[in-house]
């Protein structure tokens, strides 16, 4: 029982070790989830070049040299990264606002964010330009001011400024330190504030840029060396938008400046799609008016009727996409497409940046929409590197391609990474200057940035190269599974073979054993007997019974045992049986083999020994024979057996069929085999056993065998 259980012992053996190294699998993941999901942040500066670190809802956001760029002067666009689970920590980052009536500063602790004015749970401080402040408050898909404090002397566009705000237990502390040194710091204390929450990068109705966003884990101790000792006030009940503050300030000034910058730039502007009707191939001095578009690589502006290209002389102008301005110059027209050259521009008014026109691909190649503001929708063909380090791709729409250019500035980031055959929603401005089509595409699509470019759904799966990847993992799992179950194979033969051998040893030590001892009692009685003759022939027939009977189950237990062939082989344990059975008489024993020698499986062969057995014997026993043949020949698609004496003979029927030969012909059926006993009286006997590799083979063997003989 102990070698039959080893198996078992083996197999539990795989299975512990199997669970030990899951759980060590899963000791880990938690381990790095933990790690991933910590209450602060580990100190880091916060990089731009890794765009997947980071989420756009709004604005028009691009890397440039390190630097973080809003172009559009949106209300409530944001930038947001890092864990929700960061409880308490710091962000502190130089912060340069570019327009004259808007705020741009930090986001702590958010969640639920959406693109929109405020859409967002979390607390903002940041610049106000519109009355030189810096501003503290919490936005809960509105907004509560709860501090406003003067930056002295004012709050100058186009001047870095340095912001830190942190965030400890319930306690908010912003310091805005300007470029001579001026420190101007809010603070406050919210009861019931949000624990926890992500940070981000926010601007309100201005462009803005951001550089050395750094984020460290906060203490009590950060906060004191602040503010001081002594707790920030309590924040004050605040009303939502609309309440009082900034927002009735900016509700009633807005009309008013618009007015006045109206009134200001008065001029004769006329509506963009009008310059068509002028006089081609004569320089007319125009004046136009619109919302800006797009800033790079050319100046983009448009109106309710159309969009035009601006060659400007002054390039300093800091311009952002929203803005509205008045641009004069030398117009020159194409037959789609017209310049606006040698521009002076000048900036009326900061608006929300226009929406872009859906159009399909069809409708942009017809030119109708040359210098406007699209949405477009298409196939990923091809990508490439342009000049100026641009991205150029290649896309299609039903029967059209176009070309698409990406402003190479943060190149590591985001399109580099867009696989081919990917299906891409895009917002840009639609030209047709060959400038940018280089004759190829019928138009070309200009994006501000990369965060206008969306990836409705990536490149099919049934690739080329991901079906070779799953023919080989097909193959690998296969030959996986093959490994497996030749092993469970060999594990299921070692366990009958042990129990062949246990079984042989009980056999031996009972049924062989109490044979002999049978025997012994019986050779006692005939020698106390003494002359009784028949009585005598009584016991040594019992005796020639109990010897033969003996020899029987040594054989049957020398057929147990794992390596009565494996040791052996079939044809040399059929040579030692039939010598054995021989012994003594004058029968003469011949053995060949032919072919190439192969491994049978455990039961063919023990089968294939069993029949040779029995067809031995018999013909020991009953044939008178002289000779006995025994061939074994191995052929590419059958095994034979063939075992042939020059004995009697015997007439083969139904009738004539012994208890031996019908067992014979059941094991043959029970290993799918063939076998065939040809004999007549005087001709002696030949007992033919084949076992195919298929039915077809099988035929074949019969018709090859008939054939010849």
């Not at 068509?276 to 109106?303: C, E, Y």
């Not at 729409?397 to 299906?423: A, D, T, Y």
């Amino acid at each position: 029982m102990t070698k039959a259980s080893t198996p078992g012992k083996a197999v539990l053996l795989r299975i512990g070790t199997g669970l030990a190294i899951a759980a060590a699998l899963a000791v880990a993941l938690w381990c790095f989830f933990e790690r991933s999901h910590q209450d602060s942040p580990s100190p880091h500066f916060a990089s731009f070049d890794k765009r997947d670190d980071w989420t756009a809802y709004g604005g028009t956001w691009e890397a440039v040299d390190d630097t973080m760029r809003n172009n559009s002067d949106e209300r409530g666009a944001k930038l947001m990264a890092g864990s929700k689970d960061w409880k308490n920590y710091s962000v502190e980052a130089d912060v340069q606002p570019l327009g004259q009536f808007g705020d741009a500063g930090l986001i702590l602790r958010a969640r639920n964010e959406e693109e929109g004015v405020d859409a967002y749970n979390g607390y903002f401080a940041g610049l106000r330009t519109l009355d030189d402040s810096l501003i503290l408050g919490r936005a809960d898909f509105g907004w509560r001011e709860y501090q406003v404090v003067p930056v002295n002397p004012r709050i100058n566009t186009q001047t870095w400024y340095h912001l830190k705000f942190l965030a400890y237990e319930c306690d908010f502390v912003a310091i805005a330190t300007s470029p001579s040194g001026q420190m101007t710091t809010a603070a406050l204390r919210n009861k019931n504030c949000l624990r926890s929450g992500r940070f981000g990068l926010k601007s309100y109705a201005t462009g803005a840029l951001w550089r050395n966003v750094q984020i460290r884990p906060a203490s009590r101790a950060d906060e004191v060396a602040m503010i001081g000792e002594a707790p920030p006030p309590l924040a004050r009940p605040a009303d939502l938008v609309g309440g009082s503050g900034y927002n009735a300030l900016t509700r009633e000034l807005e009309p008013i400046y618009r007015e006045m910058q109206n009134h200001r730039f008065a001029s004769h502007a006329i509506p963009i799609d009008s310059l068509r009707l002028l006089a081609p191939m004569k320089r007319t001095q125009v004046t136009v008016r619109g919302i800006v578009t797009l800033t790079s690589p050319m100046l983009f502006i448009q109106d309710s009727t159309g969009g035009l290209a601006i060659s400007r002389n002054d390039e300093h102008l800091p311009l952002e996409i929203g803005d509205e301005v008045e641009a004069s110059g030398d117009l020159e027209l194409g037959d789609f497409s017209s310049v606006l050259k040698n521009a002076n521009v000048r900036i009326l008014w900061s608006h929300t940046p226009v929406p872009p026109v859906v159009v399909t691909a069809t409708q942009a190649a017809s030119g109708n929409f040359d210098a406007v503001f699209i949405e477009i929708e298409g196939l990923l063909d091809q990508k490439q590197e342009g000049l100026n380090h641009n991205l150029v791709m290649t896309l299609s729409s039903g029967s059209e391609n176009f070309r698409v250019i990406v402003g190479g500035r943060g190149r590591n980031s985001f399109p580099w990474k867009l696989q081919e055959k990917s299906r891409l929603r895009l917002h840009g401005i639609c030209v047709v200057d060959p400038a940018y089509t280089h004759n190829e595409t019928p138009f070309a699509v200009i994006l501000p940035s990369i965060d206008d470019i969306q990836v409705i759904h990536g490149p099919p799966w049934w690739s080329a190269g991901h079906i070779v990847a799953g023919i080989i993992v097909l193959l690998l799992v296969g030959l996986a599974a093959q490994a497996i179950h030749s092993r469970l194979d060999r594990m299921k033969l070692r366990a009958m073979f042990e129990e062949r051998e246990r079984l042989a040893h009980e056999m031996h030590d009972t049924l062989a054993q109490s044979f002999a001892g049978i025997g012994f009692q019986l050779q006692a009685i005939r020698d106390e007997v003494g002359n009784e003759e028949e009585l005598r022939e009584h016991l040594d027939l019992a005796n020639d019974l109990v010897r033969a009977s003996h020899e029987e189950a040594r054989r049957s237990i020398s057929a147990l045992r794992s390596n009565a062939l494996e040791e052996v082989g079939l044809l040399e344990a059929l040579e030692k049986s039939a010598l054995r059975m021989v012994n003594g008489g004058s029968m003469q024993v011949q053995t060949s083999s032919s072919g190439n020698p192969r491994m049978i499986s455990p039961r063919v062969a023990d089968a294939f020994f069993r029949i040779g057995q029995e067809a031995i014997a018999n013909a020991v026993r009953h044939s008178g024979a002289t000779e006995l043949t025994i061939s074994l020949l191995y052929e590419p698609t059958t095994v034979t057996l063939l075992i042939e004496d020059n004995g009697r003979g015997f007439p083969v029927g139904e009738d004539s069929a012994s208890f031996g030969i019908r067992g014979m012909g059941k094991r043959a059926e029970s290993i799918g085999a063939w076998l065939d006993i040809r004999s007549s009286p005087g001709d002696g006997t030949s007992v033919q056993l084949v076992t195919p590799a298929s039915k077809r083979a099988l035929s074949t063997a019969r018709q090859d065998y008939t054939s010849k003989t």
